[in-house]
């Protein structure tokens, strides 16, 4: 048997779940004749009678109320499907801190957008660590090594802090510092093995000497002064990797302070979601690329 008029059954489902064809016409904005019309048509392609007609209202038949679920199933079931279609898919969000995001992340969103360019991605840049478990983010970047707690975590990254300057200070050997501003920026935790610059003048034998100090909140901003010949920054080689390749920064001598690594960090259950497995295996492929590059 050829499947009934989708019609005739959108007006089954109204008349059936009113129990009247006169408020099932007020609903589907057609007149009561035109349900009574497509009832009959559909009980003659059935070859069943579904509504039992009484002068005031109308009754289901035995076959009207196994037809019922059926037809109720089914249009729910079309609703969700064009409701999947009419809803925008969330943006994947990828939580860093602030100097990674914008020296690292956001340079590398054109390759992402080429890749994946029906995948929306959300940068929440925060130097504090975002909450996984809570939502407020999918994935990750971390430095160091945790703990933390109820989370996946893979390396991303090694990293080492380098003394950067710009080319106009002519830096040419260490004992050079002793005349240049060191610039300092805040860290979360300091611990012995932190890459300051004390950590640094006794890795390279040398007394802490200077011309002055500038200290700032933010690393981005650290970078900066540097940028400007404004004085002297101990950095990671990871976020001022697009300067050193210009030249806007060097390195002018060492040596170079280890540090920990940056971490790539999601929930257990994160990697269920394809979208999410497509945002670690854009990460990760970078991050070879970038280790490569710059080893």
């Not at 400007?228 to 170079?256: D, K, N, Q, W, Y």
Request: with cysteine.
């Amino acid at each position: 048997m050829n499947s009934p008029p989708l019609g005739a059954l959108r007006v089954f489902e109204a008349a059936a779940r009113r129990l009247s064809f006169k408020a099932a016409a007020a609903e589907l904005h057609v007149t009561p004749t035109a349900i009574s019309h497509q009832i009959k048509l559909l009980e003659q392609h059935l070859e069943t009678r579904l509504f039992e007609r009484g002068a005031r209202q109308v009754a289901l038949t035995a076959d009207g109320q196994k037809l019922l679920p059926f037809v109720r199933e089914g249009f729910e079931a079309l609703a969700r499907g064009v409701a999947t279609l009419r809803e925008k898919p969330r943006a994947i969000t990828i939580t860093a801190t602030m100097a990674f995001t914008s020296r690292w992340l956001v340079p590398r969103v054109a390759t992402f957008r080429k890749l994946e360019p029906t995948l929306d991605l959300h940068f929440l840049a925060s130097d504090d660590a975002v909450d996984l478990h809570a939502g407020a983010a999918d994935v990750a970047v971390r430095y160091g090594a945790g703990p933390w707690p109820g989370l996946r975590h893979e390396s991303l990254l090694r990293d080492r802090f380098v003394v950067a300057a710009s080319p106009r200070l002519k830096l040419r050997k260490p004992t050079d510092l002793a005349r240049q501003v060191l610039v300092h920026f805040a860290w979360r935790t300091v611990r012995p093995d932190t890459p300051l610059w004390p950590l640094w003048f006794a890795r390279a034998g040398l007394p802490l000497s200077h011309r002055g100090e500038l200290h700032f909140s933010d690393e981005s901003h650290a970078i900066q002064a540097a940028l400007m010949g404004h004085g002297v920054v101990l950095i990671s080689r990871t976020v001022i990797a697009e300067e050193l390749r210009s030249g806007a920064l060097v390195c002018p001598f060492g040596p170079e302070l280890p540090s920990a690594s940056y971490q790539l960090a999601y929930p257990p259950r994160a990697l269920e979601d394809v979208r999410i497995q497509k945002v670690r295996a854009w990460l990760l492929r970078e991050a070879r690329a970038f280790q490569r590059t710059h080893a």
